[in-house]
């Protein structure tokens, strides 16, 4: 595995009678031993996962060999795309089942609703490839058991999209912290601020012909289809989606478990709902959550999906407050204010963040995470989030949900995040799958 000079691999690969038809500007892996490539497939290529794509095709040593979706139009724009990028057009498919029959296929890259997210790793995972899963890790609590019981068991490598993970302002900031910037930091502010539309009334219509709706709902429990929810809004549904707390509180909370070096809480309340408009939109479009940990320390998070005001600079952050300050961390880099509330340190780290695009950070912001997991699968770096953290990231923001929509407040055991004595929060532990659909445990 380990890297090659251009001058041995052309001796090794001419012995092993391998071609070298291979473009200029793929020269960076050209150097790699062969073993070193990387091919990967994606599910699910819309938005994110054409981000995700992009990616990919660009890292040396990686090759987008299948573009799967249910959607005709998405596939052909990324192979499109693809082409255009590396001069070699990965192969389109419908069926993620029949891509997961590729022996050849290294990883598979899944931006597919949040429904199809534990199933498709599960599935994976069982077929022999490593997978990077967007967030959140899964639908519900189960599903995210099953898939961090499953990495070990099948030996793969499970990366969670959790992008800010391989941001080098982060993971400075957290060094600092960690280094008692602050003091001890006991209360991590985190927040989310947009503007979204109202999604109307759902209308029954006739599915379109470039959609396959039974595998886009795949694991789910079938629904007649309307016009409201693909794509994108299926993300206010609780039938599919994970609300916005889900959707974006999970990359706080993700730092936010970091920086205070906690795990799963002992108590978590919520309150709000879907205040701004009267439609479809099932899950808290303004939202205030609170996870309490042992040794007296507590995240918050104020979700505005229809209130755009951006605190501190960002329409979505986190500040950490501690004994001797506070640390306010953002994509440009970080900035430390001491007790008198006075800027005292400002690191300024905008040429990474410098790319950034509509569907996540954009091409730079991702690179890094990207290239970690490649790197990971190659045996020459570990993950920077792995699934077992990137699933205790993905409950606080089920957790929230829960006690959103029981409108308990949640005690939990802090070493596996379970509610303790709540009949209705243990119901949304898990959910109700199609026949012939439910996630497999590990054999
Ligand atoms: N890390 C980030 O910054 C980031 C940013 C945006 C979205 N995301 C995550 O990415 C995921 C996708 O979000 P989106 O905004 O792109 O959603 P989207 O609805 O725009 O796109 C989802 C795509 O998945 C496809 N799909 C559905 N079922 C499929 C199947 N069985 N096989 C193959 N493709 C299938 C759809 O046809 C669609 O093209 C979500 O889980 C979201 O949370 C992460």
Redesign the pocket.
């Known amino acids: 595995m380990r890297p090659i000079t251009r001058r041995r691999f052309v001796k090794t690969a001419g012995a092993a009678g391998v071609g070298l038809a291979v473009v200029d500007r793929n020269a960076a892996w050209t150097l790699m031993a062969p073993s070193d490539r990387v091919r990967v497939a994606v599910?699910?290529?819309?938005?994110?996962?054409h981000q995700l794509a992009r990616a990919f095709a660009q890292q040396p040593g990686a090759e987008v060999a299948t573009i799967?979706?249910?959607?005709t139009r998405?596939i052909a724009k990324t192979v499109d795309h693809v082409r255009e990028l590396t001069d070699t057009a990965p192969q389109g498919e419908r069926d993620?089942r029949r891509v997961l029959e590729d022996a050849s296929i290294d990883a598979l890259v899944i931006?597919?609703?949040?429904h199809?997210?534990a199933p498709?790793a599960l599935m994976a995972m069982a077929a022999g490839k490593h997978v990077y899963l967007?967030?959140?890790a899964s639908h519900n609590p189960r599903e995210g058991e099953l898939v961090v019981a499953a990495a070990p068991r099948y030996e793969r490598l499970v990366q969670l999209?959790?992008?800010r993970r391989s941001w080098s302002n982060v993971a400075r900031a957290m060094e600092e912290l960690e280094n008692g910037l602050i003091g001890r930091p006991y209360y991590a502010a985190t927040w989310y601020a947009n503007n979204r539309p109202s999604i109307g009334r759902g209308q029954e219509v006739a599915v379109p012909d470039w959609?396959d709706y039974e595998?886009?709902q795949?694991p789910a429990p079938r629904r007649s289809y309307k016009d409201n929810f693909?794509?994108?809004d299926?993300?206010w549904f609780w039938h599919w989606g994970t609300g916005e707390a889900?959707?974006n509180a999970t990359?706080m909370l993700d730092m936010a478990r970091w920086g205070l070096g906690v795990d799963l809480p002992t108590r978590v309340t919520a309150a709000g709902g879907r205040y701004r408009y009267d439609d479809d939109w099932e899950c808290g479009d303004t939202e205030i959550m609170t996870w309490e940990f042992p040794d007296k320390k507590i995240i918050t998070w104020e979700g505005r999906s229809c209130a755009p005001h951006r605190l501190d600079g960002s329409g979505g952050g986190i500040t950490f407050h501690g004994e001797q300050g506070t640390l306010v961390i953002d994509r440009n880099g970080y900035r430390v204010f001491d007790l008198e509330d006075k800027l005292v340190n400002e690191v300024d780290d905008t040429a990474a963040s410098s790319d950034q695009g509509t569907?996540?950070?954009g091409d730079t912001l991702d690179a890094g995470h990207v290239a970690n997991f490649l790197e990971a699968i190659r045996g020459k770096a570990t993950l920077n989030a792995p699934i077992d953290e990137g699933h205790k990231s993905t409950m606080l923001a089920h957790l929230g949900n829960i006690a959103s929509r029981t409108g308990h407040v949640l005690h939990c055991d802090p070493s596996t995040g379970e509610v303790k004595e709540d009949p209705d929060a243990e119901k949304l532990w898990v959910r109700e799958y199609e026949n012939g659909w439910e996630p497999k445990a590990t054999e």
């Open positions: 599910m699910g290529v819309n938005s994110r996962g799967c979706d249910v959607d998405a993620v931006a597919a609703p949040d199809w997210h498709a967007e967030k959140p999209g959790t992008q959609l595998l886009w795949g693909v794509h994108y299926w993300h889900g959707n990359h569907v996540g950070p």
